[in-house]
């Protein structure tokens, strides 16, 4: 969806923060302290999930003191969309003999529905590695069981439609350092 520049500004006035940028680097920061000391002794890779893990990612890895290496994945049930599909789009894995017999840590932006990063977690342990550990900035409360849990949550987040902090709306405004709400009055900015 094309949205012109005054539509785009509207959506984000139109919206309310949920979580702000303080709430959300004290939770980096604490998951980077849990992660550092898990990991000692051991050299994990982190796969940062593209394009809205990165941000988080990022968040977390400068605090982590232990060595590490570093890759990434792309699967995606939404492209721009609000809603996601019915299967997952894989744009990018990793190679195979990168990840066997590591430790994964898989770092996301939110745990939604949870299909793709149970089909991300499914690949990851099939392609060899001893151990995958999802890590997820976000677990929304969809109401219903979801096929995987994450073993790192950062936060956690009513049903709503989020975006900020690698998050997106309509392939916009991920970069914004808070999370927001999308109100759904707001989609009358779109008429």
Known sequence: MQLDYAQIK?????????????????KTQELAKLIDKEI?????????????GMFFASEVLKHIN????????????????????????????????????KIVYVFDDILDEGYTLNEINRFIINAGAKKCKLVVLIDKDIGKEKPIKADFVGLKSPNHFLFGCG?????????LPDIYIHNQDSEEILK
Do not use: C
Not at 40 to 52: D, R
Not at 72 to 87: C, Q, T, V, W
């Open 167 to 175: 998050m997106d709306i309509y392939g916009l405004y991920r970069q």
């Open 40 to 52: 000692e002794g051991e050299v994990p890779i982190f796969l940062s999930v593209m394009n809205g």
């Open 66 to 101: 232990n060595p590490f290496m570093l890759d990434y994945i792309h699967a995606s049930r939404y492209g721009n969309e609000k809603f996601g599909a019915s299967h997952i789009a894989w744009f990018r894995q990793p190679k195979s003999e990168d990840i066997i017999n």
């Open 10 to 26: 509207k959506l984000l006035k139109q919206s309310t923060i949920l979580f702000d940028k303080h709430t959300i680097a004290k």
